[in-house]
């Protein structure tokens, strides 16, 4: 392995472990009653992403609040099927929604 090669995708590698350990954290957090915890984690795993220009996977992206960072662990979820069928999603800090269709 030459040791010029690739500083930015360990990097990256080690800033998605950090948002992994952050994620799983935050979740622990939202459901032991500790939402304000919470999001200080998903905010700092957003900082995270941002800093090395990468995305959080989506499967933190759709549990987390657009607009306050929430855990969205605990929100209303409805389906409905007027139009097209898809999961609303609301945010119970700040009532923002989230639509998912499928
Ligand atoms: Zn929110």
């Not at 360990?10 to 948002?19: I, M, Q, S, Y």
């Not at 306050?68 to 119970?92: D, E, K, P």
């Amino acid at each position: 392995m030459s040791r010029r090669s690739h500083p930015k995708s360990k990097a990256r590698r080690l800033a998605k472990a950090r948002v992994d350990i952050l994620w799983e954290q935050a979740k622990k957090d939202a459901t032991q009653g500790r939402p304000d915890l919470a999001r200080e984690r998903v905010l700092s795993a957003r900082k995270i992403a941002q800093k090395t220009r990468t995305k959080l996977p989506g499967y933190i992206n759709r549990r987390i609040c657009r607009t306050c960072g929430s855990v969205l662990f605990a929100s209303r979820v409805r389906v409905r099927n007027n139009r097209s069928r898809h999961i609303v999603v609301t945010c119970q800090n700040c009532g923002a929604t989230k639509r998912y269709y499928f």
